[in-house]
T-cell receptor, first 110, second 114 residues
Framework: QQQVKQSPQSLIVQKGGISIINCAYE??????FPWYQQFPGKGPALLIA?????SEKKEGRFTISFNKSAKQFSLHIMDSQPGDSATYFC?????????FGTGTSLTVIP | EAQVTQNPRYLITVTGKKLTVTCSQN?????MSWYRQDPGLGLRQIYY???????DKGDVPEGYKVSRKEKRNFPLILESPSPNQTSLYFC?????????????FGPGTRLTVL
């Protein structure tokens, strides 16, 4: 049973466009929601993270929107660049345990 | 350079032959964890450790063992590997202050069990 559901599985965006990846969860005990970026042949790297007492967090071109009542959160990549082409994973944590989404393969076309 | 290292990076073995994948971090992190990554399933946590001699099961612990005798090392042990353990494995560590801190991942170990 997937604790964190992520969509879409793949995404193609034109350079300069907005990339949006969505995640949903059921367990209200989750209190930390990170997003990871993974390039081929590399381990995941933390991109941005949010806690449920905040509805939005922005770091540069990356923004997390968090809807606690709907139990959903999303990653927005503004002005998408070819260098953003990677696999993105959302995750949720209850403390010691982490649950990841199934990943979104993002391709940004020049 | 602050990093998490894993060895070996690639391993092909046969069913039932015990193996160990090593993980080491040089950041004096307390929390360490093992994940497996499979296509369409994302990353799934196998085991984690809050500190030396403290380990606990993650989401998919069956068929795996871990130990944490030193703070910097967290080996993953497959005592009798089976083909369904063919996967890409990642070790990760997080600094003091708990899980809300950044989790650093190693480069991965690609395991094939024939």
């Amino acid at each position: 049973q997937q604790q964190v559901k992520q969509s879409p599985q793949s995404l193609i965006v034109q350079k300069g466009g907005i990339s949006i990846i969505n995640c949903a969860y059921e367990n209200t005990a989750f209190d930390y929601f990170p997003w990871y970026q993974q390039f081929p042949g590399k381990g995941p790297a933390l991109l941005i993270a949010i806690r449920p007492d905040v509805s939005e967090k922005k770091e540069g071109r990356f923004t997390i929107s968090f809807n606690k009542s709907a139990k959903q959160f999303s990653l927005h990549i503004m002005d998408s660049q070819p260098g953003d082409s990677a696999t993105y994973f959302c995750a949720a944590s209850t403390g010691n345990q982490f649950y990841f989404g199934t990943g979104t393969s993002l391709t940004v076309i020049p | 350079e602050a990093q998490v290292t894993q060895n070996p990076r690639y391993l092909i073995t046969v069913t039932g032959k015990k193996l160990t994948v090593t993980c080491s971090q040089n950041m004096n992190h307390e929390y360490m964890s093992w994940y497996r990554q499979d296509p369409g399933l994302g990353l799934r946590q196998i085991y984690y450790s809050m500190n030396v001699e403290v380990t606990d099961k993650g989401d998919v612990p069956e068929g795996y063992k871990v130990s944490r005798k030193e703070k910097r090392n967290f080996p993953l042990i497959l005592e009798s590997p089976s083909p369904n353990q063919t996967s890409l494995y990642f070790c990760a560590s997080t600094g003091t202050g708990g899980y809300h801190n950044e989790q650093f991942f190693g480069p991965g170990t690609r395991l094939t069990v024939l």
